[in-house]
Nanobody, 128 residues
Framework: QVQLVESGGGLVQAGGSLKLSCAAS????????MGWFRQAPGKEREFVAV????????HFSDFVKARFSISRDSAKNTMYLQMNSLKPEGTAVYYC?????????????????????WGQGTQVTVSS
């Protein structure tokens, strides 16, 4: 089993920055990729970004491109999401997730159903 724990959420003003972390523990980490999703009240969970564990390839949703970056530290089994120029519509619970099966299209990476491990979520609130 793999346990994922997010940290780094909080309250920030519009235009500000936050850095989220997701630490994986448990058995040896052999997942293909880790990603971030978010869910705002009354809305469906939506894909934010993903990074492949080997190779470090990244994919982003259009609404965060050029503002967010994603990275991973294999030695620490930790993934990061640097969020810049935050907007009030970015207010949501952010979840990290890991998937065992590699994806080969953006559509596949963005499908939350293929992620078998999830963290508990961390709240990000962006005030206007």
């Amino acid at each position: 089993q793999v346990q994922l724990v997010e940290s780094g959420g909080g309250l920030v003003q519009a235009g500000g920055s936050l850095k989220l972390s997701c630490a994986a523990s448990g058995r040896a980490f052999t997942e293909a990729a880790m990603g971030w999703f978010r869910q705002a009240p009354g809305k469906e969970r939506e894909f934010v970004a993903v990074v492949t564990w080997i190779g470090g390839n990244t994919h982003f949703s259009d609404f965060v491109k050029a503002r967010f970056s994603i990275s991973r530290d294999s030695a620490k089994n930790t993934m990061y999401l640097q969020m810049n120029s935050l907007k009030p519509e970015g207010t949501a619970v952010y979840y990290c997730a890991a998937r065992s099966r590699m994806a080969y299209s953006f559509k596949d990476f963005a499908s939350y159903k293929d992620y078998g491990y999830w963290g508990q979520g961390t709240q990000v609130t962006v005030s206007s």
